[in-house]
T-cell receptor, first 113, second 116 residues
Framework: GESVGLHLPTLSVQEGDNSIINCAYSNSASDYFIWYKQESGKGPQFIID?????DKRQGQRVTVLLNKTVKHLSLQIAATQPGDSAVYFC????????????FGKGTLLTVNP | GAGVSQSPSNKVTEKGKDVELRCDPISGHTALYWYRQSLGQGLEFLIY????????KSGLPSDRFSAERTGGSVSTLTIQRTQQEDSAVYLC??????????????FGSGTRLTVV
C-alpha cells in the first residue's frame, strides 16, 4: 500500500546549525501534512502543518516545505537547540482522509552542544 | 482533562494473557484514535471513534484486538491472547472531531506493552 517514508533514520547536528529533515510520500490524494516531534517516553507533539494548496509555511524557528511534483516534504529547524533532540515524524492524511493519518518511520535528530 | 491520559504507562504480560489499555481523551473531544508504534517504526492506525458513529476498525491487525468507547469519552483497547509481536507502544489521541478531526490531534504518552 501507499505510505509515507523518510530518507534518513538519524541526523546529527551542532547546536546553532540549521537542520533539515526530509520525507517522501507516495499517496498523491493526500492533501494535508503534519510534522510531529516525539521525545523519549512521550507521545508525538504537533509542530507544524501544511495543506496541499501551499508550498511553504513558517512557524517559530520551523519551516515546512511541500513539493507536490516530487511528493516531497521537508522540515527545517533554524538555530537547532539541544531541546530539539527528538524523533521527528511526518504524517499525511491517508489518501485525503478527513481523520486518518499515515506516518513515516521517523528521523532521530541529535543536537550536539 | 488537560491532556490525553493513558494507563497503565507500562505493562508486562505473559504470552497468552489478555490485557486492557485505557485512554481518557481531552474533555469535549469527540474523536478518539488508537495507534500502535512498534520499535523503530512510525505509528500504525488501529481504530477511530467519532461520537456515536460506527467506529473505523480497519486498522485492527487481528480479531484478538478490540476497542470500545463508553459514553463517548473513555476508551479501552483490549488485546486477547497476547503474542510477542503485540509488544509495542499503544498511543491514544483525541481531537475536536467532525470536520476538524484532523486538526488538534493530541496524543497521550502511550502504554508500553511488553509480552514475555
Amino acid at each position: 500500500g501507499e505510505s509515507v517514508g523518510l530518507h534518513l533514520p538519524t541526523l546529527s547536528v551542532q547546536e546553532g546549525d540549521n537542520s533539515i529533515i526530509n520525507c517522501a510520500y507516495s499517496n498523491s490524494a493526500s492533501d494535508y501534512f503534519i510534522w510531529y516531534k516525539q521525545e523519549s517516553g512521550k507521545g508525538p507533539q504537533f509542530i507544524i502543518d501544511i495543506r496541499s494548496n501551499m508550498d511553504k509555511r513558517q512557524g517559530q524557528r520551523v519551516t515546512v516545505l511541500l513539493n507536490k511534483t516530487v511528493k516531497h516534504l521537508s522540515l527545517q529547524i533554524a538555530a537547532t537547540q539541544p531541546g530539539d533532540s527528538a524523533v521527528y515524524f511526518c504524517a499525511e492524511n491517508s489518501g485525503g482522509s478527513n481523520y486518518k493519518l499515515t506516518f513515516g518511520k521517523g528521523t532521530l535528530l541529535t543536537v550536539n552542544p | 482533562g488537560a491532556g490525553v491520559s493513558q494507563s497503565p504507562s507500562n505493562k508486562v504480560t505473559e504470552k497468552g494473557k489478555d490485557v486492557e489499555l485505557r485512554c481518557d481523551p481531552i474533555s469535549g473531544h469527540t474523536a478518539l484514535y488508537w495507534y500502535r508504534q512498534s520499535l523503530g517504526q512510525g505509528l500504525e492506525f488501529l481504530i477511530y471513534f467519532q461520537g456515536n458513529s460506527a467506529p473505523d476498525k480497519s486498522g485492527l491487525p487481528s480479531d484478538r484486538f478490540s476497542a470500545e468507547r463508553t459514553g463517548g469519552s473513555v476508551s479501552t483497547l483490549t488485546i486477547q491472547r497476547t503474542q510477542q509481536e503485540d509488544s509495542a507502544v499503544y498511543l491514544c489521541a483525541s481531537s475536536p472531531g467532525g470536520s476538524t478531526a484532523l486538526y488538534g490531534y493530541t496524543f497521550g504518552s502511550g502504554t508500553r506493552l511488553t509480552v514475555v
